[in-house]
């Protein structure tokens, strides 16, 4: 599932395709068409299927949907890489503990949208990242990996966001190993 650029995504799909993950990226879902996820599914050869939250009635109606075409696919985990939106019971319930997050700081430090600036304007000399398991309220849940980066003197926003998206990009495969570990799962 992802909502803008897509990196994590492809991350992902390249570390199935390495043998360094060993699972298979069936399907990406995204909410906003055109996005770089989208364009970078197409480059990849991945089947997308687009649940626009504009279209979806409720917040549990979009997730319905979601959850319908990850059961059609067949999925055993479903990794929320960059999915901007609140996500409800509907789909926490339906993947108990296969479901994945990556939030860009150290959990639980810097939950919401704002984590790398928020992080930045306390003055803190370390961030970083973590992939974690999704439970009902937002940025929580069973931590499955993380990883820390220095916050430099003369960090932007941009700057930090870049360093901590390069450690994201090698902990979310390791999560999705380790959660399909967690349950028995074999590829
Ligand atoms: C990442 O920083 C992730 O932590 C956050 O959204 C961003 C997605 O980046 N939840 P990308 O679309 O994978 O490049």
Redesign the pocket.
Known sequence: M????????EALVAASRSGALAAEVVLLAVNNPGC??QQRADRLGIPWQLHDHRAAASREALDRGLCRSFREAQVDLVV?????RIVTEELIGTFPERLI????SLLPSFRGARAVADALAAGVTLSG?TAHLVSLEVDTGPILVQAAVPVLADDSTESL?AR??RQ?HRILPLAVQIAAHRLGLQV
């Open positions: 992802a909502s803008g650029a897509g990196s994590n995504f770089g996820a929320m890489a960059g999915w901007m997050n990556i939030h860009p990242c966001a901590i998206h994201e």
